[in-house]
């Protein structure tokens, strides 16, 4: 079992950053892919971006590519989500993922641990 605990999320301005945080428990935490995914009301979860064990090459959904960036520390069991550049349309609910298997996959159905979620607000 792998709990999750998201932390970060808030109101903020279009134009603006957010730094979400994600810490995960348990020993094997190195192990597994993660992935941030989100959720608008009325609209199914969809992925932001995702990071293999290693970190190598991580995944970022085309709304997202050049103003967020995830990255983690196996060391601490943290993965984070820095958000820059804000869109209104960027405003959702932000989860934490873990995949058990290997590698890292976009697709939501393929992550076995999820967080709770953070909101993040972005208007004027």
């Known amino acids: 079992q792998v709990q999750l605990v998201e932390s970060g999320g808030g109101l903020v301005k279009p134009g603006g950053s957010l730094s979400l945080s994600c810490a995960a428990s348990?020993?094997?935490?190195?192990?597994?892919?993660m992935g941030w995914f989100r959720q608008a009301p009325g609209k199914e979860r969809e992925p932001v971006a995702t990071?293999?064990?290693?970190?190598?090459?991580?995944y970022y959904a085309d709304s997202v590519k050049g103003r967020f960036t995830i990255s983690r520390d196996n060391t601490r069991n943290m993965v984070y989500l820095q958000m820059n550049s804000l869109k209104v349309e960027d405003t959702a609910v932000y989860y934490c993922a873990v995949r058990v298997g290997y590698g890292q996959d976009p697709r939501v159905a393929t992550y076995d641990y999820w967080g709770q979620g953070t909101q993040v607000t972005v208007s004027s």
């Open positions: 990071i293999s064990q290693s970190g190598i090459s991580p």
């Open positions: 348990g020993h094997t935490f190195g192990r597994y892919a």
